[in-house]
């Protein structure tokens, strides 16, 4: 009652912002804009198609920080009142359809829409609505329960790519740039209205089903393109099989983009996701694009096509979407990966638990540990209980049942019940309702996997004798890589003899290496994982002064992941190598320095921020640099550098370059 009564006070016209929805119905958007990178701009023109369910003295639009002008409603002018978070219309509207609301608006969006530059200096754009609300951009609905078709015709300079929602029926082209008409055939929530705008090249796909499948790529990364788009088909494919539910919209994208606050985001037909996961065929074994990749999709089904009505229901989105990319990953690496994922998962959610963090998954606050990985295990669970085939149907069912509406989680419990004839009322207590954690129902399920239970009887913490014929026995490679944890002292040469995975272990646990093993451990610094060669290269370089050159001679071609794992490491040993490349100490710094500049990724200024740290490195440009990243989009990055700002204030010299660079600003 209370907040009712708040709401009218603060809301003069109409219906409060979270009843609209029950007295108008918004149908389609035809939106028509242009970007202007210099001014930091976005303008254009919108015509939404809506239908009165109730009469109402008023409508509005969430469009944050916009001007408007040219105001239409079913082609006249209205009395309209613009209070920086809404566009509202007074007027009142009788039940009636197919009402037009058209208008020409221009804003400049301080989130939702970004505009980068990446490496060589083009300029990037691309939008992120969860989370930060499609209206900073494009006038539009927040309620996430009211569906629209959104239809964008998008303008810019012809040199570029556009990316967007649905099939791409049209690109005309004028003296400088082009326009392309993007068109959707059924209906999504705003916060998941998209676009990509770069320099892209693209590979393309058919699915089994006849979806065509398009995948975007910086022109650099064309020896990327097929690791970090590995299994892409084969996922789709099986996820299509899997659910019983043909892929909802005409066409599926992915497209890469440079300092994305998250991993990926599952836009309608369109996944927009981090360029930090583009990997070439060395760093696919320790960093790939495969489950982020799956779990995006699985979102087309599982947020897209049936979306919740508020956050209480949120696990049935990221619940859904771990549990089917796990099962597609399961399809890739076999049953023992499966419950690999899931014991991990399940120590993750008993450290939240020991830490006192644990919530229930329907408490809307919850973390996303709890949303992703609990909820994945609650439906691991739940298909066990009820069987493979109830399971199926039920989810198919609440799919095609509720397909382009919202959801809430008894909508899922009720087609779960009617599958099996079971009553899930103790399921939904336990699993769904209760802040702790079903640890005895976990362990029982992990133990059905022999994998997992030789895993757990694997134990060399305290060292005995039988620990000397683990690493090479026929254990599997995660069981030895936890022997070689416990028991780094007892290393021998034939130890080396194992797969990659066990060799990385080697490297981040044998710190001090001796002299009977320095031959294999040089091994190291040929594996193809660059994990494995970072790890190698400065546990060598610490314990064999003698030989640094040689090492740093061996690793000074290689780079490793997007953020310079290696190079970094590399350019910091060389500085701190007296005898090695003397002559070129002041280039080393620099190239060192350079990467902490805009024009490159977060991810890898943020690495060479730490390097310039441990060096006691910083000058007035590096400085510089860490002050720009202080107002950077990224909040992780943002909250790093002023962090990191404030730690060198702490030295005089430094707070004397900062207050000069703050006076100057």
Avoid at 242 to 271: A, C, R
Avoid at 372 to 392: D, M, N, P, S, T
Avoid at 532 to 550: H, K, Q
Wanted: with cysteine; hydrophobic share 35%; net charge negative.
């Amino acid at each position: 009652m209370i907040r009712i009564f708040q709401c009218l006070l603060l809301v003069p016209f109409g219906m409060c912002s979270a009843q609209q929805i029950d007295y108008v119905d918004f149908k389609k958007a035809d939106v028509n804009i242009s970007f202007h990178p210099a001014e930091k701009e976005v303008a254009g023109t919108v015509s939404y198609t809506f239908d009165i369910i109730k009469q109402i003295d008023s409508i509005y639009l969430n469009a944050v920080n916009m001007e408007f002008y040219e105001v239409f409603l079913n082609g006249k002018t209205n009395q309209v009142r613009n209070d920086e978070s809404k566009l509202w219309i007074e007027h009142t509207l009788a039940p009636s359809v197919n009402n037009i609301l058209s208008f020409s608006y221009k804003a400049k969006p301080q989130k939702a829409l970004y505009l980068v530059k990446e490496e060589n200096e083009d300029t990037q754009i691309w939008t992120q609505g969860q989370g930060k609300y499609t209206s900073n951009w494009l006038p539009s609905i927040d309620d996430m329960n009211d569906k629209i078709k959104f239809d964008l015709t998008v303008n810019f300079d012809k040199d570029y790519e556009i990316i967007a929602n649905g099939e791409l029926m049209n690109v005309v082209e004028q003296d400088s740039s082009k326009t392309w008409q993007f068109n959707m055939n059924k209906p999504m929530s705003s916060y998941l209205v998209a676009l990509a705008i770069g320099k892209y090249y693209k590979k393309t796909e058919t699915s089994k089903s006849g979806i065509p499948l398009e995948y975007y790529y910086y022109p650099k990364d064309s020896a990327k393109v097929e690791p970090t788009y590995r299994y892409s088909k084969q996922m789709f494919d099986f996820l299509e099989e899997e659910i019983g539910v043909t892929f909802p919209w005409e066409i599926y994208k992915q497209v890469p983009v440079k300092d994305f606050p998250y991993s990926g985001m599952e836009n309608t037909s369109l996944t927009i996701f981090s360029d930090a996961l583009m990997t070439d065929s060395i760093g696919f074994k320790d960093r790939n694009y495969v489950n982020v990749n799956a779990h995006e999709l699985a979102h087309q089904w599982f947020g897209d096509l049936v979306t919740e009505t508020n956050g209480t229901h949120h696990w049935l989105q990221e619940g859904f979407a771990t549990y089917y990319a796990l099962l597609a990953e399961r399809d890739l690496f076999g049953e023992d990966y499966y419950y690999w994922r899931l014991y991990e998962s399940a120590q993750q959610l008993l450290e939240q638990e020991k830490a006192g963090e644990s919530t229930s998954l329907l408490d809307p606050k919850s973390s996303s540990l709890t949303f992703y990985q609990k909820g994945c295990w609650a439906l691991h669970i739940l298909k066990e209980q009820v069987g493979e085939e109830a399971f199926r149907n039920a989810v198919k069912n609440y799919l095609l049942k509720y397909q382009y509406k919202n959801v809430e989680t008894s909508d899922l419990i009720k087609e779960v019940e009617q599958a099996s004839g079971q009553d899930l009322s103790e399921f939904v207590k336990t699993w769904l309702e209760n802040v702790e954690l079903p640890q005895d129902a976990m362990v029982k399920s992990l133990q059905k996997s022999q994998f997992i239970r030789e895993y757990e009887m694997v134990d060399c913490d305290p060292y005995t004798s039988k620990c000397a014929d683990y690493l090479s026995s026929d254990l599997s490679d995660k069981a030895k890589v936890k022997v070689v944890s416990q028991m780094p002292n007892h290393i021998t040469n034939d130890d080396f003899m194992n797969s990659w995975e066990v060799r990385q272990a080697i490297a981040q646990n044998v710190t001090k290496i001796p002299l009977d093993l320095k031959k294999n451990y040089e091994s190291l610094l040929k594996d193809t994982s660059y994990v494995t060669i970072e790890s190698a290269l400065y546990n060598l370089w610490v314990n064999f002064r003698e030989d640094r050159v040689s090492y740093l001679n061996q690793t000074k071609a290689v780079f490793g992941f997007s953020d310079f794992n290696v190079r970094l490491l590399w350019l910091a040993l060389n500085l701190n190598t007296i005898e090695y490349q003397s002559d070129k100490k002041e280039a080393i710094f620099e190239e060192l320095k350079a990467y902490t500049d805009p024009k490159y990724s977060f991810e890898l200024r943020m690495n060479a921020f730490n390097y310039i740290k441990l060096i006691n490195g910083f000058d007035e440009i590096s400085i510089g640099n860490l002050m720009d990243a202080t107002n950077h989009h990224n909040w992780k990055f943002q909250q790093f550098a002023k962090k990191l700002l404030e730690e060198l204030k702490i030295n005089e010299d430094y707070r004397m370059i900062i207050d000069k660079l703050t006076i100057n600003d």
